[in-house]
């Protein structure tokens, strides 16, 4: 479990550890400082777990949610919200990609049904011009989408054997999830506000349902796409990217820019390799 805040990491990994044991299951949770804003970091997380054998599966969940009103950049010097939901993920899946072919695993995208609210087409992924923070969200849940899906077709072309996923949560509010010191900490006013739009919300555990499915589900597969069932709320689904993210050309395109922009290229030679030799072994 990842997270940019070594507090609400902590916080975070001790809120699972007593859910799991009241419920009387068993396992370890590791956790490691990851921001996905930074490619340094990115590089230093990845290096950390690299190492240690096939992954069975990646959940590229981190991302900013509420952008800043002004376009801000990060060290990198990256637009901040196309760094941190878009570039961290497509560089840390990058240089984990061998270990998580070694285990025949899988890649899971975080999407949004945002991509369905407008022509958002990522032609200045960096926007330079034209920043708005509705615009910077959409527009990077349009890349990642686009890029999971784009992910899913080199992956099939080179044989290597890791599905690539897309899920999305919802409309999932802090005011519907229940509380927990250090980790949801909503304000009374905050809950006053999520609940009112119960009809068309739900609770940020029940968001994670598709995820969770994304990456567990045996029978799910490269190229699929989860999310609710009634779009904002209710049990996981098979669903239907939205148009422009399932476009080859802009999913090439974005692929072609994110190689640049995080100074990554896939390895998907070394990930065949890697999968190859795991099942001589």
Partial sequence: MTGRNPNRLAAARAAVRRRVTDAG??????????????LGSVRAAAASVGGRGGLDGLLLNAGIVHPPKERQATVDGNEVVFATNVLGHFALAGAL???????????????????????????????????????????SKVATTALGLEADRRLRERGVPVSSVIAHPGYSTSGRTPGIIGVNEPTRLTRFADNLQAAITQSK??????????????DVE?????????LTRGMPRLGRASKITRDPEIGYRLWRFCEGAAGVRWPFTAAAVAAARSGDA
């Fill in 25 to 38: 299951g068993r396992g370890t949770i590791e956790t490691l400082l990851l921001d996905t804003s930074n």
């Fill in 97 to 139: 990609l061998p270990a998580v072919a070694a285990a025949a695993g899988r890649i899971v995208w975080l999407g949004s049904m945002s991509t369905s609210m407008g022509n958002y087409d990522p032609v200045d992924p960096q926007l330079r011009e034209n920043y708005a923070p509705w615009r910077a969200y959409v527009q």
């Fill in 205 to 218: 555990e029940h968001g994670a349902w598709p995820l969770v499915r994304a990456i567990a589900d045996p």
């Fill in 222 to 230: 490269g190229g699929d796409f989860l999310g609710p069932r009634f």
